[in-house]
């Protein structure tokens, strides 16, 4: 199985970006919520993002795995996910942004959940 790999990697990310919160929280005494920081909030989002996006991606990954997509395009959109999420936080949570990074980021992430939904639509219906 392929999604597995990408799904402990992502999940990786997910507590480093969780463990940038909790410092963000402590360094600015912010006991819950954002407190109204600027820093903590970045965190915040950079975070949030990550959950907003990945799990779609990570479930579309699957069912396209569990539908036979070849082992090699399922390593594609795999690590396209994993780097458009990693891309995407790097520009996002620096200071100040990395547009680039954050923009090639969405457009890796985009375009992964779009075709594989695309090819999970494709493969149920032929």
Not at 63 to 82: C, D, K, R, S, T
Not at 89 to 108: C, D, E
Not at 110 to 115: D, E, N
Request: charged share 10%.
């Amino acid at each position: 199985m392929v999604t597995p790999l990408y799904a402990g990697l992502i999940a990786l990310l997910f507590l480093s970006l969780s463990y940038r919160v909790v410092q963000a929280r402590r360094s600015q005494k912010v006991s819950v919520g954002d407190g109204g920081d600027k820093l903590v909030l970045k965190a915040m989002r950079t975070q949030a993002n990550c959950a907003e996006y990945a799990p779609i991606g990570l479930l579309l990954l699957l069912m396209a795995e569990l539908q036979g997509m070849p082992i090699w395009l399922l390593h594609v959109f795999g690590a396209m996910l994993l780097a458009g999420r990693g891309l995407h936080a790097h520009g996002f949570g620096s200071t100040p942004q990395k547009v680039p990074a954050r923009i090639w980021g969405m457009y890796l992430t985009l375009a992964m959940i779009g075709v594989t939904a695309l090819a999970n639509i494709g493969r149920a219906l032929f």
